[in-house]
């Protein structure tokens, strides 16, 4: 049987990387597609001074003898230099001279061609000698040294040992030259300076592997593996990211016996290992699994991993454990911005935001490059990210929402909360008693009723409430409008109730349409706010103003002395007429052309403001397109429907209905396509 003993180091990188998330990142990586196993060390760059590559080392491995051109030797150890990071690498020769020119085993076994040299067989003194390279030619670069090793399918026994590495002004100094762990130093990339004789762990070529064609094998020469083993595959050191999202995985298959197993672990700052994965296989593993694991508790940490492969007395059965695509991954996500709110001056909106912040495990602080402003899902401004403010011009009338989004040079955040700004028509006009400024807060609770006193010239047709919150709590609002029939002018039953949930609530000023047509005579009337739970939201008080606002906790209306209830009222005058009230509109629904072929035209009317649902929907009443689901004004409107559903396909010939629902009320219209 085959009894190679070799030293074997992962040969790693930092690589920026993209993964199919667009949210994660390639932290770091190793693909054992850099071929031939070797030790590296950190990169230098030489000067005058220190141009000269000084180590000891111990050679003990097979004699060239007996090797037939064009090659003079087998089993190889040479020093080879980088001037590109690690992309390609040349032997360079010094002191002792090689005593072979051609290593079968890196010419044939790993591919590199006759014209490989290397140390064979035993040339050094049995306590170590001192080589020397002359690095002088590459005075000015930057360079990198790696100590490879390459063995043939023979059996032999190789030992190679190496201290006291010295270039570049990079030292790896230890006295204790027989520590297995001498190069240990945190920047040299090594796995096990000492494995026992049945550690068979190397680099080999699988063209099945998840990314071809090189992969870490612990398999022996007759295709499993040995008894006996406690075999380490070691990691260097991989400093993490101090916060963010991460993860590692890799990819793996073959097989063990039973009760042979491999232990997946890891080291952090302390250097204790800790279990993190047990594998143990049921004889085989025909294709390459995956397995994967969070490292968020050893964020900003300097970690190692590392595969021990444990196997007892027993005839292994299996083809041993193959390894790819180790991989740590980070996620990037920008925290979105924060405190997003709204300010309306006539027919523009100010709007300003703090910049994002580290809010959970999953998202980091990350430098913004610049933010993107929405209104109604269209993006309207591209701003700097110096930039914390924006104010949208001459904006339409009507009910408007924004939100903030912050991008670095490649990853954008999710949305800032949502505000809402409401934009007065010519004809509307907004009733309030405060500065819309909020000195504190005033807690509406559930033996709270709260109203705010408006007066009104001539009849006025109401359209939406506006309230500003504090903070959000979980009930929901019931909104109510009253006359001013109560003892002392005070309100008096209720004209108008509807309540308003508490998802659609938001921090600040939320404009809440009146779902129906209310005309409200020539006078005053009171607007009403009650919260219907033990979960409240504290609704804004203006100090600065008093005598408008009214609340009963018990039997009977009082004053409120503090201030003024931050309730605003949107009314649009009326023409007085005989009922002193606007005929109402009913709400309906119609289309044209009707049967239709590509597309058609569906008008409809609402009787007042409000949110409005127009969705298609099949003969059994199933939907197959949501075409509307937004508040909109009273009135006529229309829409086209070209034929598709929500997944963008034509649907097919047939009767449809088009259901229009409003302020719990529905309207249907039978549709008729042909093709």
């Known amino acids: 049987m085959k009894s190679t003993l070799i030293i074997i180091a992962l040969v790693l990188s930092l690589l920026p990387l993209f993964a199919q998330n667009r949210n994660e990142v390639v932290w770091w990586e190793e693909d054992f597609e850099s071929g031939a196993p070797g030790l590296d060390t950190p990169e230098r760059v030489l000067a005058d001074s220190?141009?000269?590559?000084?180590?000891?080392?111990?050679?003990?491995i097979q004699e060239p003898a007996g090797a037939t051109a064009p090659y003079d030797g087998w089993d190889a150890?040479?020093?080879?230099?980088?001037?590109?990071?690690?992309?390609?690498?040349?032997?360079?020769?010094?002191?002792?001279a090689y005593n072979i020119t051609s290593s079968y085993a890196f010419g044939a076994v790993f591919g590199e061609g006759p014209g490989i040299p290397g140390w064979g067989g035993s040339v050094t003194a049995a306590w170590g000698d001192t080589a020397s390279f002359d690095l002088s030619s590459y005075i000015g670069q930057s360079v990198k040294i790696r100590f490879a090793f390459a063995s043939d399918d023979s059996i032999s026994y190789d030992l190679i040992r190496i201290?006291?590495?010295?270039?570049?002004?990079?030292?790896?100094?230890n006295d204790d030259w027989y520590s297995c762990y001498a190069m240990d130093d945190g920047q040299m990339t090594v796995a096990s300076l000492g494995p026992p004789i049945e550690d068979i762990w190397?680099?080999?070529?699988?063209?099945?592997?998840?990314?071809?064609?090189?992969?870490?094998?612990?398999?022996?020469?007759?295709?499993?593996?040995?008894?006996?083993?406690?075999?380490?595959?070691?990691?260097?050191?991989?400093?993490?990211?101090?916060?963010?999202?991460?993860?590692?995985?890799?990819?793996?298959?073959?097989?063990?016996?039973?009760?042979?197993?491999?232990?997946?672990?890891?080291?952090?700052?302390?250097?204790?290992?800790?279990?993190?994965?047990?594998?143990?296989?049921?004889?085989?593993?025909?294709?390459?699994?995956?397995?994967?694991?969070?490292?968020?508790?050893?964020?900003?940490?300097?970690?190692?991993?590392?595969?021990?492969?444990?196997?007892?007395?027993?005839?292994?059965?299996?083809?041993?454990?193959?390894?790819?695509?180790?991989?740590?991954?980070?996620?990037?996500?920008?925290?979105?911005?924060?405190?997003?709110?709204?300010?309306?001056?006539?027919?523009?909106?100010?709007?300003?935001?703090?910049?994002?912040?580290?809010?959970?495990?999953?998202?980091?602080?990350?430098?913004?490059?610049?933010?993107?402003?929405?209104?109604?899902?269209n993006d309207i401004a591209l701003l700097e990210a110096t930039q914390l403010t924006y104010t949208d011009l001459d904006v339409s009338p009507g009910m408007h929402h924004y939100s903030v989004t912050a991008f670095d040079d490649v990853y954008g955040s999710s949305p800032s909360n949502t505000v809402a700004a409401y934009i007065l028509s010519a004809e509307e006009a907004e009733f309030s008693h405060d500065d819309n400024s909020a000195e504190t807060g005033f807690t509406v609770g559930h033996s709270h009723q709260m109203a705010v006193k408006f007066s009104s010239g001539g009849p006025?047709?109401?359209?939406?409430?506006?309230?500003?919150?504090?903070?959000?709590?979980?009930?929901?609002?019931?909104?109510?409008?009253?006359?001013?029939?109560?003892?002392?002018?005070?309100?008096?039953?209720?004209?108008?109730?509807?309540?308003?949930?508490?998802?659609?609530?938001?921090?600040?000023?939320?404009?809440?349409?009146?779902p129906e047509n209310l005309i409200l005579p020539a006078g005053q009337f009171y607007i009403g706010i009650y919260a219907y739970s033990?979960?409240?939201?504290?609704?804004?008080?203006?100090?600065?103003?008093?005598?408008?606002?009214?609340?009963?906790?018990?039997?009977?209306?009082?004053p409120v002395t503090e201030g003024e209830i931050m309730l605003h009222a949107i009314v649009e005058p009326v023409t007085e007429n005989e009922d002193n009230a606007v005929p109402p509109l009913s709400l309906a629904v119609w289309n044209s052309p009707n049967p239709f072929n590509t597309e058609t035209t569906i008008s409809y009317t609402l009787p007042a403001k409000g949110q409005v649902c127009?969705?298609?929907?099949?003969?059994?009443?199933?939907?197959?397109?949501?075409?509307?689901?937004?508040?909109?004004?009273?009135?006529?409107?229309?829409?086209?429907?070209?034929?598709?559903?929500?997944?963008?396909?034509?649907?097919?010939?047939?009767?449809?209905?088009?259901?229009?629902?409003?302020?719990?009320?529905?309207?249907?219209?039978?549709?008729?396509?042909?093709?």
């Open 50 to 60: 220190n141009a000269v590559l000084t180590f000891n080392f111990y050679c003990y």
């Open 163 to 173: 201290y006291n590495i010295t270039f570049g002004g990079y030292s790896n100094w």
């Open 77 to 96: 150890f040479n020093v080879r230099i980088s001037t590109n990071g690690g992309n390609t690498w040349t032997p360079i020769s010094g002191y002792p």
């Open 534 to 558: 033990m979960s409240p939201h504290p609704i804004g008080l203006d100090t600065s103003s008093h005598g408008f606002s009214y609340k009963k906790t018990g039997l009977d209306w009082e």
């Open 202 to 377: 190397h680099v080999a070529t699988d063209v099945t592997a998840p990314l071809p064609t090189h992969i870490m094998k612990f398999q022996n020469a007759q295709g499993t593996y040995d008894p006996f083993v406690r075999g380490y595959l070691v990691s260097p050191p991989i400093q993490l990211p101090d916060n963010g999202g991460i993860r590692a995985d890799f990819m793996f298959r073959g097989g063990l016996s039973w009760n042979d197993y491999v232990l997946l672990e890891i080291a952090g700052n302390d250097g204790i290992w800790n279990y993190l994965e047990y594998i143990q296989p049921a004889n085989t593993w025909s294709v390459y699994n995956p397995s994967w694991w969070s490292l968020a508790d050893y964020a900003g940490q300097t970690v190692r991993c590392r595969w021990t492969i444990v196997t007892y007395s027993d005839i292994p059965q299996g083809s041993g454990f193959m390894l790819d695509d180790f991989r740590i991954y980070h996620s990037l996500e920008i925290a979105p911005p924060q405190n997003l709110q709204s300010v309306v001056n006539g027919n523009d909106v100010t709007l300003t935001w703090t910049a994002p912040s580290a809010d959970s495990l999953n998202q980091q602080v990350r430098d913004v490059d610049y933010y993107r402003v929405f209104r109604d899902d």
């Open 614 to 675: 127009l969705a298609i929907c099949n003969s059994k009443g199933q939907l197959v397109k949501s075409l509307l689901n937004e508040p909109q004004a009273k009135g006529e409107h229309t829409l086209a429907w070209n034929g598709k559903d929500d997944n963008g396909l034509s649907v097919a010939s047939g009767l449809y209905l088009c259901r229009i629902t409003s302020a719990g009320k529905q309207e249907s219209r039978k549709l008729l396509l042909l093709k």
């Open 460 to 514: 006025v047709a109401l359209n939406y409430v506006k309230v500003y919150v504090d903070s959000v709590g979980s009930s929901y609002f019931i909104i109510r409008v009253y006359a001013d029939d109560g003892p002392n002018g005070l309100p008096g039953p209720h004209l108008l109730q509807f309540t308003y949930p508490p998802g659609s609530i938001v921090e600040g000023w939320n404009w809440i349409a009146v």
